[in-house]
């Protein structure tokens, strides 16, 4: 055996270290997570059905569109979108550093911990017992041990990075880190100046400290992992570098520097400082920018080996991921004009841009991450391609629907009618009806596409996938691929180091 092959044989054998160091924890986010966007999608068509049919199980309180709205988002957001994004950051944290997690045992447990804390949290908000504001309706004491329990995650990431091995930073690392530390400051902002003064605090600092609240966790939170998500699977699947380290840098200033900005643009002619209002409304404009970054970073370095595109599911829901953030910054950035908040501030198009956000673009980049990264914790293979693509198409339509039936077309049209003098407030309703009826539709392909995966989930959980060479692809002819499939890419690790010699 030549010298030559020694330092790849103990690379793979450090991957395989670090896959099985970390199979239970990031299996445990990922299904436990994908469970969790099965509740949401249901609570979601329960809520979105009770609008334009408002006796569908009236006789059960704990089914009316006060409760399982914000049931619905708040199992969104803690159930799916932080597990996927904790499972995510310690995998790549830990590949990155090229660090074998030494207390896996303690991560599962507080991802338990969590799991437990979500539900308690759920059952509240069904029984009447929410705080009633957006993203945090779950109680205070519920808020602060989640809380607890991501310092209990995030630590061993840090941890892991602080023992890296080698000098080099990639740029999935530094959007990671990103998210470690914005996450906490989002957190107890939001407890303290959010839900603590909840009935005793003046109801206009609490309604701004929430808007603020929803757009920093999306931006500086949700949007860094899966930004870090996309820039280590692009160049993995295509065996290319970044297109442009120079980019990506500049993507991830412009994201730090505007992201905590917005949010109160929905404050807009509300008696708080006009200045604040405007510089959000600048800023949400602004969130283009690093939006372009990323979506040229990722086309591009996907172009660079587009055969790449027709048989991995890993960069295919990627990409989608990526066009996914550009359709959402553009939204974001249209309804932050003062000539469009008129017609948005009030109406159904927040609800719908949020959606289009988190599922759209961070469940995209989620996807593709836990298509790439289950079979190699697992030692397993996807069992079939044609239940990706039809996981993959299925998404697609739905967050289309809502997309562009809800937040767009359904959005404008409600604010219309409210700013309508002497118009009755149900003729507003009334003409929400069809924009609802394909919210609703929405849902329905998402929910279908959530239970193939999660029943395709747990079967790589028990591994049952199937033992091959070559992994789950969806094309035949991709076996031919002059670069080989995604499976045999772990040689390359993280291409963007190269970029940044270039």
Known sequence: MSTSTIPNIEDAELRADIDRSLRHPVMFF?????AWLAVSLVLGILAS??????????CCACFNVGRTMPAHMSTLIYGWGAQAAFGVIIW?????????CKKSGIILAVGHFWNLMVAVGTVCVLAGSGTGIVWMAFPKSIMIALAVAYFLIGIWAVIAFRVRRGGHIYISQWYLLAALFWFPWIMISGILFGQAYLGNGHPLMITASTAWFRSALMFLFFTPVAAASAYYIAPKVTGRPVYSYSLAIFGFWALAIIGPWAGMQRMMGTPISSFIQFLSAGAAVLMIIPAIALFVNIIKTAKSNSDAMSYSPSLRFTVAGAVGMLVFTVLGAMMALPDALRFTQFSVAQYGLELTGLLGFFSMCMFGAIYFIVPRITNREWISAGMITQHFWLFIYGVSFIAVFYTFLGGFMHGYSLEQVGEPHSAAVARLYPYAVGLTTGFVFILIAT???CIHLMLMWLRLG????HPTLLARHAHSSPHGPEGDLDKLESLDSKASTN
């Open 30 to 34: 990922f299904a436990s997570g994908a």
């Open 49 to 58: 059905a009770k609008t334009h049919s408002p006796d569908f199980l009236s």
């Open 92 to 100: 790549l944290m830990s590949r990155l550093s090229r660090q074998e």
């Open 451 to 453: 239970f193939m995966f």
């Open 466 to 469: 199937r033992r091959s060479s």
